[in-house]
């Protein structure tokens, strides 16, 4: 698939501020799955400076930073990728990891895939729901994940909540309803709670061309001993395929925001607004 997205994000402030440097997280990755062919950004007001990063997960970053003071940030990026993985079944798991729990890690890649393992809540109920579902998949590892993406989709509402960090996940399955991310962090902590490597995922999906009221998205990826890192959409229950871009994954959801910054403005406040465009083609390549 080609997709041609650009994306547009306004703050706009009650009095004039001075900006601090800004992290934009908007580039889409380029990697096996899919292949950024051009991307551009446009800032206004002018950065004094910007600087690409990459930082400790290998996500693709632009670090701004200004001089003047404004009342208002602009910032759109364009990008025109193309995605690959039209099969994503298409993999060869190690022997000892096709059932769960997973106990013969090597020590080196289980040192490595510790930050993807730490839970980041105490609440009993994501073990409880791993419980249930590796009973349910008499302890496969595909037919869990299968199963855990298939229960948050059909068990949780998914509403939009354009701003805030994900709830925690007892919250959200408590009430069974939740943001794209909201769900994601549901998927990764159950992940977790049985010792599968699981990271957060921010990027685009295709959704419905129609639809001209477009926003981020956000899934799970989880690292699979024999065939690295695989998606899994527990919104729309759908193992990750060539219809999603990704930007960012990270073990810490809160560094997946795709644009981080402050302002400096005794009693200023803040607005933001956006504008997104998803355009795919589906001529043959």
């Not at 580039?27 to 991307?39: G, I, K």
């Not at 989709?153 to 309803?177: H, S």
């Not at 709670?193 to 999906?205: E, N, T």
């Not at 065939?227 to 759908?238: R, S, V």
Request: a negative charge.
């Amino acid at each position: 698939m080609d997709y041609q997205i650009v994306h547009t994000t306004t703050y706009t402030y009650s009095q004039a501020v001075d900006l601090a440097p800004h992290l934009v997280r908007l580039r889409p990755r380029s990697d096996a799955f899919q292949t950024l062919q051009s991307f551009s950004i446009d800032v206004t007001p002018e950065p004094l400076g910007q600087s690409d990063i990459v930082d400790l997960g290998g996500n693709d970053i632009i670090k701004l930073w200004f001089k003047q003071k404004t009342e208002t940030l602009n910032i759109k990026v364009s990008s025109h990728v193309q995605t690959h993985c039209t099969n994503p079944f298409n993999y060869l798991l190690e022997s000892w990891a096709l059932e769960l729990p997973i106990t013969d890690y090597p020590v080196s890649l289980f040192a490595h895939l510790q930050p993807y393992l730490q839970s980041s809540s105490v609440d009993p109920i994501m073990p409880q729901l791993a419980q249930e579902i590796w009973q349910t998949a008499e302890g496969s590892l595909i037919s869990f994940l299968n199963n855990l993406n298939q229960r948050i989709y059909q068990t949780c509402k998914y509403i939009v909540r354009e701003t805030g960090a994900p709830l925690p996940p007892g919250v959200t399955w408590t009430q069974q309803m939740g943001s794209c991310r909201d769900l994601a962090v549901v998927f990764i902590e159950a992940c977790r709670a049985v010792g599968i490597p699981a990271r957060f995922v921010s990027g685009y999906q295709e959704g419905d061309v129609s639809q001209l009221d477009r926003h981020l998205h956000a899934w799970a990826e989880v690292y699979l001993p024999g065939a690295g890192w695989h998606g899994y959409d527990p919104t729309q229950g759908l193992a990750v395929s060539d219809r999603h871009i990704a930007l960012v994954a990270t073990a810490i959801p809160r560094e997946a925001a795709p644009v981080t910054g402050s302002f400096r403005g005794v009693g200023a406040k803040s607005q933001i607004d956006y504008t997104l465009s998803i355009n795919p083609s589906r001529e043959e390549r």
